[in-house]
DNA sequence: TCACCTCGTTGGTATAGACCAGATGAGAGG
DNA sequence: CCTCTCATCTGGTCTATACCAACGAGGTGA
């Protein structure tokens, strides 16, 4: 590279930049989930200091082209997973049906007093214990969801000796003969910090979605809230009323 | 303050930093809509470089408890609007059922071949024209939202004759008959950029929300399609399959 | 064979200083 | 009184450099 080209960086030249990654992404010469070279070795090939890499790198995580992992590097991202948080589908046959592979690994199964917040949606008062259920789902081997559910202790009471890494939802079915009925969810775009970003394996104050969801039965009774902590690039959400109309 | 508190911040001095200005914002010393102290002074203060000061206000920002508008500066986040994409109801209507006042401006309003994308939405084949509305929308003065509709330039003809900083729904219900009926959106967290981020006057790359929305009739007739790019930290998105039901 | 430790590399965070371009407000001119 | 111009301030972007802590690979010892 002679010098002229490289005044072409002068200005903004971030921007040149993520272009130049853009054009690399989008001519596959970067595969999904792979890494990226190094933030040092990206500045010099670029002929920029790190700081500005890095500036250049957080647009396009931003734009979901790219993610990182917390202290590994950065990997390109794939395409989004759809996801209807109205759907009774459990988690395994929504990724199957868009030819992807899910799993599912549980944290935690616990008893344990739910925050206040959490208490009022699920028409408690505060101080109620539930169990409290803590999972991360992979997707084609890249972690993008932690979840934390939180259940009636009276509804179920013998639930931690049921398999906890599959769906809850069949567990209903199959064994508290309990079926989704109503729904209703709320999703904020947050930072992930704490015990979500821990899990994901991502840097405290990454860019994430919350989704906390309460579920209920045929009659209306609630069955249970989960807080889902999504990686934003991972996800893309879509509703369309004529699915839910059956 | 002296040498020796000022060394309390020599580790990840942005954290408390961060957390500095997160008291004053919960004991309310900062008021919504408040501009912050200049980038230059903030970093005096709290004796660190602009940099650092910037990864601190870049957590409170993706948090969204403050935002910025473009080379004017950092404001304090009012509360999040509540946003059912499904619902009928127009903005107006919305805002103020939230005690919130909000108000519209047309930008452009013209006919233009859509992108391939939106074709594809609309159902008709790449390289058709539509009317193209682009409107900005504020709550409590703030902007919050740039608004791209494309609508059928046969169903609508005269559309441009009316009104176009009220509301949509209104204008398909009283001068053409028409009723929402069928609702298909999809929601992805994107990088505000060009267009949509110059209206929203924020700068180029800031995190935001698209929400794209299809729109159908009583009879399940394609209206329009809405493109909406939202500051993040200004809206909470809130369905519940009970509201809808009816 | 496997647990443990060492060490190089990487990302995470920080300092110090600089210039540019857009936004703003005060002052000049009509 | 209004409009236009210009200096000033602010955020936006950049260079150059440094240290720390975590991750991972490879070697060591039980």
Redesign the interface.
Known sequence: MTADSANEFTKRSFLTLEQAIRNDLAEGRLAVDRRLPSERELAERYRTTR?TLREAL??LE???LIYRENRRGWFVSGR?LVYN??WRTDFQRMTREQHRQASTELIEAVSAVAPDAICGLLEQPPGTEFWRIRRRRMVDGRLVVFVEHHLSKTMFPDILEQDLTGSLTNLYREKYALEYG??????????LTGMPAAELHCSD?T?G?QIVRVNRDQTGRILDCDVEYWR??AV???????D??A
């Open positions: 700081i957080s647009h931003m734009d979901g989004r948080p109205l109503d729904v209703s969810f709320e999703i904020n775009p947050i930072a104050g860019f979605l934003h690039d893309s959400i879509r509703i369309d009323t004529r839910n109309a």
